[in-house]
């Protein structure tokens, strides 16, 4: 056999593969790693030393899973008892040293989702339900307790704990160690223990695009809900106003709307 025809060894001989997970071709596996027999694996995915993936877990294209992380493991829920649910990892991702992503419950949606393209840092923790958007950073140690929701293009900061339930709107900002006990509506800036808005996620939104005018109209809505003085329905009757002719306040009217804890406030 020449140098050429040498077959490319993509799995360490250490790893353990269940002969029934579903693994793209092109997968590396390395070293003492675990992959369990409902895994499927998409193709380009690169799966570091020491991963264990198991449950019913389901993770995309493209996506390198750093060593230690255990995936698809039980939900740390005192009312599971063994039933069927899943974990769902879309393509692209980036999921560093030591995080935990568990599977659903019955009490939910019974999937636990990550999305597109997210930056997940060393020892973040996604707990059973967790529905995560697109594009989001989570910087080290960031907590997520059963059944959060966070929208596309969220940052938290290292050490933010996020209490069961919360829903997070999109592109907001959430600072080091806060703790979020109620909803934080879209583009927000927050920060603090207890955590507290500090107006609209300015540099992000420029980062992405985001035009003067439409930040002047974020901005506009974030002072009708936060600095006016009017009462939760008020403000939302006086951004509902706003989002008529101004399309990047829909998402922050529409937020309002569905809250189910709260917000933060």
Request: hydrophobic share 35%; charged share 20%; aromatic share 6%.
């Amino acid at each position: 056999m020449t140098k050429e025809e040498t077959p490319v060894l993509r799995h360490h001989p250490t790893a353990i593969i269940h002969p029934e997970a579903c693994v793209a071709a092109d997968v590396c596996i390395g070293a003492y790693s675990i992959i369990g027999p409902q895994v499927s694996i998409g193709s380009g995915s690169v799966i570091q030393d020491y991963v264990r993936i198991s449950g019913r877990t389901t993770i995309g294209q493209r996506n390198r899973i750093y060593s230690y992380c255990a995936l698809g493991g039980d939900p740390q829920d005192k009312k599971y008892r063994g039933e069927d649910s899943a974990l769902e990892i879309g393509d692209d991702n980036t999921i560093r040293e030591f995080c935990t992503l568990n599977l659903g419950t019955d009490d939910d949606a019974g999937v636990t989702r990550l999305g597109n393209h997210n930056w997940i840092m060393a020892y973040v923790h996604l707990a059973h339900d967790c529905q995560v958007g697109n594009h989001t950073t989570l910087a080290n140690h960031a907590t997520l307790a059963g059944h959060v929701h966070l929208g596309d293009w969220v940052t938290l900061g290292g050490f933010v704990g996020v209490h069961q339930f919360v829903r997070i709107g999109a592109h907001s900002f959430i600072g080091i160690s806060a703790v979020i006990t109620q909803d934080v509506p879209p583009y927000l800036l927050v920060a603090g223990n207890p955590a507290s808005p500090h107006g609209i996620n300015a540099e992000g939104l420029k980062r992405r695009g985001f035009s003067a005018e439409q930040l002047a109209s974020l901005k506009q809505a974030y002072r009708k809900l936060y600095r006016s003085g009017l009462s939760l329905e008020q403000a939302q009757q006086e951004i509902g106003t706003l989002a008529q002719d101004n399309p990047c306040v829909e998402p922050f009217r529409d937020f309002l709307q569905q809250t189910a804890r709260g917000i933060l406030r």
